[in-house]
């Protein structure tokens, strides 16, 4: 059974960066679709980018496009999201899942995912 583990959030100040890591145990990650979400107190939970197995090809929602950078590391079966330009608005709980629906015609910001979710990892922004 494919298990998914969030490491490297953390509190950073505005305009810091952070990089979460997203490992995959149980299976090979490069054979999902796996997706980065997260959700703000009080909000609800938004896809940020995935990256489709089929093509390899990643996809972003615009808030974060240009300041988050996604990709995957078939050798060590992680995937990381390297985010830049970080602000109070980033702060959330990130979460890593399989199999989201990541095809260009699905909007991100409602996510539908049909695999596993990792247990999330606590960005906070703040000075």
């Known amino acids: 059974q494919l298990q998914l583990v969030e490491s490297g959030g953390g509190l950073v100040q505005p305009g810091g960066s952070l990089r979460p890591s997203c490992t995959a145990s149980?299976?090979?990650?490069?054979?999902?679709?796996i997706g980065w979400f997260r959700q703000a107190p009080g909000k609800a939970r938004e896809g940020i980018p995935c990256i489709s197995s089929s093509v390899d090809a990643t996809r972003y929602v615009d808030s974060v496009k240009g300041r988050f950078t996604m990709w995957r590391d078939k050798a060590k079966n992680t995937v990381y999201l390297q985010m830049r330009s970080l602000n109070a608005e980033d702060t959330a709980v990130y979460y890593c899942?399989?199999?989201?629906?990541?095809?260009?015609?699905?909007?991100?910001?409602?996510?539908?995912?049909?695999?596993?979710w990792g247990q999330g990892t606590q960005v906070t922004v703040s000075s």
């Open positions: 899942a399989t199999d989201p629906i990541c095809d260009s015609g699905h909007s991100l910001s409602t996510p539908v995912v049909f695999g596993s």
């Open positions: 149980g299976s090979t990650s490069d054979t999902y679709t």
